[in-house]
């Protein structure tokens, strides 16, 4: 009798601690913008810290971590986020363009959350075509979205529909989507509190991407500001293996993005570059503007609740972004300002306040960590892997990568002339192997263009001016760099 009663008690006892342990998993907002260059975060310390501070943004970062290397594995919207979903690179999960879309069948993050208890919810800028799975609600724009009242899809709305999801009647909400998303975001998390359920959001702003249509009450901000321009702005590509295509992804070309006033005429390519990224950068840094007020609205929204310091604060971009740093407007390059992913994280249970790392982390690593946190073991599925240990210490643990390997898949006049490459980044090192073909990837097209490699030295060269792969010097070095991408590639299941 007494051995039954102990059982018994032991059986109540575990139950309770299961449950205790269910209420204090986290919470985890996960706030992406699409195409936030760091250099546009004043916690990154660029000349535009000063221009536009972004003091809500920079709250997570002085309140937790800053990630100094976080790299995307292919540098363009829809594969990032597919990416970020399952844990996987494009040619595992089957997203290596803009045509492509992550099909609801996929694992990922939001089912593994949702298995394990977490109410789980997307709100913003979906990109992948299909309708989301895993989630316990969304409300999405369709495609590429709009900037001027919004048309979001929620899932209720798709009850019912068999077109494709981006052809789903979907309902208008007025007024800017920044405010738009920011405001549904609110009203979800004000549906969980009192909840003993934890949960994830993932609140995708469509800002700053392009066109970078800005809400009103920023039409004034900066207009008789000089915005300090990179140093690379008149970069002449010389000695860059993609010289000949890459001035069709120029700012030149940036005009037919320009639905606001009358080009200028007669002007020498730099005094064109020179108009351009003024009127350009203003552009995007008042959408900047108003992202950096409505991410306040959410972290104001957890203090005022009791919920910041049992949740987890993310923010990031879908990649990073040339700000006229070789005289681009663009992404897709391997170049830092285009690998470099923002990454600011919160956490004042575990990661302390104010801290800067300079380990390699990317994108697919998002999803085993926040899984990790939530006291999920990473799926066999996901090939990234959880930098928790990292985020916990403020130091990179023993074993963890050297280098990443990174490839971008779209190519040719289809993909604004640009060049399909692959190539691995070390702490030091960036080797780039333009090959140039379309391989059959949707979205793509035929672009002759003769194979080349691309060699920088980061430390001596941080704005990557100067190719130095022909260089006799650096043979041995790039035999090894070789060697290198090569297991990567093999590791990561690339055959192509």
Not at 181 to 210: E, N, T, V, Y
Not at 473 to 480: P, V
Request: net charge neutral; with cysteine.
């Amino acid at each position: 009798m007494n051995k039954i009663c102990t059982l018994a008690v032991s059986s109540i006892t575990v139950i309770q601690l299961s449950a205790v342990a269910q209420e204090n998993r986290p919470n985890i907002i996960y706030i992406m913008s699409d195409d936030h260059a760091a250099q546009a975060i004043s916690a990154y310390g660029s000349r535009l810290a000063k221009v536009l501070p972004t003091p809500n943004i920079d709250r997570i970062a002085n309140e937790g971590i800053r990630m100094n290397n976080c790299c995307v594995t292919n540098s363009i919207s829809a594969p990032s986020r597919a990416c970020i979903m399952t844990g996987q690179y494009s040619h595992v999960n089957g997203v290596y363009t803009l045509d492509d879309g992550l099909k609801p069948e996929q694992d990922n993050i939001a089912k593994e959350l949702q298995k394990s208890g977490y109410q789980t919810a997307i709100i913003g800028k979906w990109h992948l075509k299909h309708e989301p799975s895993g989630f316990d609600y969304y409300n999405v724009l369709p495609g590429q979205g709009r900037y001027k009242n919004p048309i979001l899809i929620s899932k209720e709305e798709r009850q019912g529909h068999t077109e494709a999801f981006d052809k789903t009647p979907g309902k208008i909400y007025q007024g800017h989507s920044t405010d738009v998303i920011a405001d549904q975001a609110l009203q979800w998390l004000q549906q969980q509190k009192g909840s003993s359920q934890p949960f994830m959001l993932m609140c995708h702003f469509k800002a700053p991407h392009r066109s970078w249509e800005y809400a009103e009450r920023f039409s004034d901000l900066l207009n008789d500001v000089e915005i300090p321009e990179p140093q690379n702005l008149y970069d002449t590509y010389e000695g860059k293996a993609f010289y000949t295509q890459i001035q069709k992804m120029s700012l030149e070309d940036m005009n037919r993005w320009d639905l606001k006033c009358k080009l200028p005429t007669n002007l020498s390519r730099d005094e064109f570059r020179k108009w351009a990224y003024q009127r350009y950068i203003k552009d995007y840094l008042r959408c900047i503007a108003g992202i950096d007020e409505n991410v306040g609205r959410i972290l104001d929204f957890l203090d005022k609740n009791g919920l910041a310091e049992n949740t987890i604060v993310v923010y990031t971009s879908d990649q990073g972004f040339f700000l006229g740093e070789h005289g681009w407007f663009d992404k897709r390059y391997m170049l830092e300002e285009s690998l470099h992913m923002p990454l600011l994280i919160r956490y004042p249970k575990e990661i302390k306040a104010g801290v800067k790392n300079n380990s390699i982390v990317i994108n697919a690593d998002f999803a085993p960590t926040l899984l990790d946190y939530a006291g999920i073991s990473k799926p066999d599925y996901m090939q990234g892997e959880s930098f928790r240990e990292i985020l916990k210490k403020g130091d990179k643990p023993k074993g963890w990568r050297d280098a990443m390997y990174y490839r971008y898949w779209m190519h040719g006049e289809n993909a604004h002339y640009t060049v399909a490459n692959y190539g691995i980044r070390t702490e030091r090192y960036k080797l780039i192997y333009y090959y140039g073909k379309p391989l059959g990837k949707k979205g793509t097209s035929k672009l002759e263009y003769q194979p080349d490699w691309e060699l920088f030295d980061l430390k001596n060269d941080p704005m990557e001016m100067r190719n130095i792969y022909h260089e006799k010097k650096y043979q041995k070095l790039i035999q090894k760099l070789k060697k290198r991408l090569y297991q990567l590639k093999e590791m990561y299941g690339d055959n192509e």
